[in-house]
T-cell receptor
Framework: DADVTQTPRNRITKTGKRIMLECSQT?????MYWYRQDPGLGLRLIYY???????NKGEISDGYSVSRQAQAKFSLSLESAIPNQTALYFC??????????????FGPGTRLTVL | RKEVEQDPGPFNVPEGATVAFNCTYS??????FFWYRQDCRKEPKLLMS???SGNEDGRFTAQLNRASQYISLLIRDSKLSDSATYLC??????????FGRGTSLIVHP
């Protein structure tokens, strides 16, 4: 089974709809991240969480919110989706201080299209 | 200036060639350095960490030059399966990773 899972894998929605993307991990890592990837722009950090009680904005948090329900779960919400939020979204975890240091482990991604 | 910069390529090389990518970073306090590989429409995966002393993993060699603030990745004896996008990642004092935009490599027969 995959260590980091994301649901849904693909989603098409309409402008103005509320969307939630979910991420679960079985790696036991405290740190979780949400990124979006756009062609030519690389991966950009939306939000990150270093533990259940810690939530931080990343480079491009406007229009997004997150919830860290448990160590293993980190959800990303688009309160009112707009077309320029069409992108590939990745969740990642890391185990700071572990043997692999800051290595990021990614989920398979969610392809979101906002019409 | 973007914090982490890479030449987007594509680098188009024949099988068996040696190819090198560089990545520059702007934050002199950066702590950790990595190369990730990303196949089309898939998640990035760690290729190798980059240490001050340099490190090698089979056909792949990574080096760090702190004075000039760049890291490099050398791939020897390129294989068709090496075709992918290579992402440079730098982590600063806040331990937040910053990704470069990636360098595309195409290895052809």
């Amino acid at each position: 089974d995959a260590d980091v899972t994301q649901t849904p894998r693909n989603r098409i929605t309409k402008t103005g709809k509320r969307i939630m993307l979910e991420c679960s991990q079985t790696k036991g890592h405290d740190r979780m991240y949400w990124y979006r990837q756009d062609p030519g722009l690389g991966l950009r950090l939306i939000y990150y969480s270093f533990d259940v009680k810690d939530i931080n904005k990343g480079e491009i948090s406007d229009g997004y919110s997150v919830s860290r329900q448990a160590q293993a779960k980190f959800s990303l919400s688009l309160e009112s989706a707009i077309p320029n939020q069409t992108a590939l979204y990745f969740c990642a975890t890391s185990d700071f201080g572990g043997a692999q240091g800051d290595t990021q482990y990614f989920g398979p991604g969610t392809r979101l299209t906002v019409l | 200036r973007k914090e982490v910069e890479q030449d987007p390529g594509p680098f188009n090389v024949p099988e068996g060639a040696t190819v090198a990518f560089n990545c520059t970073y702007s934050n002199s306090a950066s702590q950790s350095f990595f190369w990730y590989r990303q196949d089309c429409r898939k998640e990035p995966k760690l290729l190798m960490s980059v240490y001050s002393s340099g490190n090698e993993d089979g056909r792949f060699t990574a080096q760090l030059n702190r004075a000039s603030q760049y890291i490099s990745l050398l791939i020897r004896d390129s294989k068709l399966s090496d075709s992918a996008t290579y992402l440079c990642v730098v982590t600063g004092g806040s331990y937040i990773p910053t990704f470069g935009r990636g360098t595309s490599l195409i290895v052809h027969p």
